[in-house]
C-alpha cells in the first residue's frame, strides 16, 4: 500500500471573509474549525501517514493558544507558511516524512470531503504519478476590464476548474518546486505540467466547494449534512466531536 503525507495550505490572508474574528480555516463550522473538518477526513485512513498544516508565522501564536490540543491529539505538524502559496507549499515538503511515496495538498478551507473520493485520487495518483480533482466549465465566461465593460467571451469548450485534492509522486513535486524559480503558479499542477509530466483529471463534485467568503459557509454547513460519514478502520480519534474542537 503507497504511503500518502498530506498538505494543508492555512496561510492565506482571507481577504475576502471579511470576518474581524477568524481567517476562513480557524472560522467555526457545525462546531469546530473549518481546517479540522478537511484535516479530519485524512487523519483516519490507513494510507496516510502525515498531515501537515501551514499557518501564517503571524498567526502562529494564537492558533497555538486555541488548537494546541488538537494538534497534540491528533499528531498534525505546524509549519509556517511563506510570502506566497507556493512558498507555504515548499515549506511544507521540507517536513514531509521519507517514508511517503506520494504527496497530497488540498486547501485546508475545502472541507466538504468524501472519503471514496480521497481514494478515487490516491489511486489515479498511483497510475499517472499525478492527479487532480476538477470540474467542466458550465457557465458563459466573460472577459472583463477594469471599467467592468466586457472585452470578450471565452469559448469554454475545453475548460476545467481545478480544485483540490491534487495528489502528486513526491519526487515529482519536490522536482517541480526545486525548478519553480520565479514562477508564480496558483495551484501545485501547474508547476508540475511545466516538467511536461501529464497530470490526469478526475471529476470533481460541486459539494468539493472552497471557503472565501460568509456565503459560502452556509453552503458547505448543508453539504457536510448529505455528505457520508467516513467508514472508520480504527477507534475515531479523542475528542472528535467535542466541543474542544471549537
Request: hydrophobic fraction near 45%; aromatic fraction near 8%; glycine fraction near 4%.
Amino acid at each position: 500500500m503507497s504511503k500518502f503525507a498530506v498538505i494543508l495550505p492555512a496561510a492565506g490572508a482571507s481577504s475576502r471573509f471579511r470576518d474581524a474574528h477568524y481567517k476562513k480555516p480557524f472560522a467555526p463550522l457545525e462546531n469546530r474549525a473549518v481546517w479540522l473538518h478537511s484535516a479530519e477526513k485524512f487523519l483516519n485512513r490507513p494510507d496516510v501517514k502525515q498531515v501537515i498544516l501551514v499557518v501564517s508565522p503571524g498567526d502562529r501564536e494564537e492558533f497555538q493558544s486555541k488548537f494546541a490540543a488538537n494538534v497534540m491529539i491528533l499528531g498534525v505538524d505546524v509549519v509556517n507558511g511563506g510570502a506566497e502559496r507556493a512558498d507555504s507549499i515548499q515549506n511544507a515538503l521540507a517536513h514531509v516524512k521519507p517514508e511517503c511515496d506520494f504527496v497530497a495538498v488540498h486547501d485546508a478551507a475545502r472541507p466538504c470531503l468524501a472519503d471514496e473520493w480521497i481514494t478515487t485520487i490516491f489511486q489515479a495518483a498511483e497510475q499517472s504519478g499525478a492527479a487532480i480533482f476538477a470540474l467542466p466549465v458550465t457557465g458563459t465566461l466573460k472577459r472583463v476590464r477594469d471599467d467592468r465593460s466586457i472585452a470578450e467571451t471565452v469559448p469554454r469548450d475545453g475548460l476545467w476548474e481545478a480544485q483540490t485534492p491534487q495528489v502528486f509522486r513526491r519526487q515529482l513535486l519536490l522536482d517541480a518546486y526545486a525548478k519553480r524559480g520565479t514562477f508564480v503558479a496558483t495551484d501545485d499542477a501547474q508547476l508540475v505540467e511545466r516538467l511536461g509530466h501529464k497530470v490526469t483529471v478526475v471529476p470533481g463534485s460541486p459539494l468539493n466547494l472552497k471557503i472565501a467568503t460568509k456565503e459560502d459557509m452556509r453552503l458547505a454547513a448543508q453539504a457536510l449534512k448529505v455528505l457520508p460519514k467516513p467508514k472508520l478502520d480504527g477507534p475515531a480519534h479523542p475528542f472528535a466531536h467535542d466541543d474542544m474542537w471549537r
